[in-house]
């Protein structure tokens, strides 16, 4: 009889924690904050002449932020993004990334990297491990 309220008490946590909304933490893993508005950041961005990355999840899926995190895995990528980006996490649904995504599958989390005056230069899913992410970054900085 325990054993089966044991069974029953871990299959409420599993489901419950599955069921929770997936959320990445830009200051727990990057050690910076990110903020919200993609129009903030680029007005931003302009004063200070950094691009800005938004990193686009679907907060009702899971493993979102396990993709972001696997992107920037490396402690060289996460001081790169620190020293040459401002960062933004929103969702599929912002009005500044919307029409940007088109015909891309919304099942991995994607990044949208806008230049210092605010054009849009490149997107991708961030479906991708640590090297190719590394990679990615030193390309966007310059050094690579």
């Known amino acids: 009889m325990k054993t089966i309220a044991v069974l029953q008490i871990f299959l409420m946590v599993f489901v419950f924690d599955a069921a929770r909304a997936d959320h990445f933490d830009s200051r727990a893993f990057l050690g910076m904050t990110a903020g919200v508005s993609v129009d903030a950041a680029i007005t931003r961005g302009k004063k200070d002449n950094k691009k800005v990355l938004v990193l686009a999840l679907d907060p009702k899926k899971n ?13 060289e990528t996460k001081q ?27 099942d991995r989390p994607m990044y949208f990297l806008f230049n210092t005056d605010g054009k849009m230069i490149e997107k991708g899913t961030t479906a991708m491990g640590g090297a190719a992410g590394a990679t990615l970054v030193k390309t966007w900085v310059g050094t690579k």
Not at 86 to 101: A, G, H, Q, S, Y
Request: cysteine-free.
């Open 63 to 75: 493993n979102q932020s396990f993709h972001i995190k696997g992107m920037l895995e490396f402690d």
């Open 80 to 106: 790169l993004i620190r020293d040459h980006f401002l960062l933004v996490i929103t969702d599929f649904k912002n009005k500044n990334i919307r029409e940007f995504i088109g015909g891309d599958g919304m």
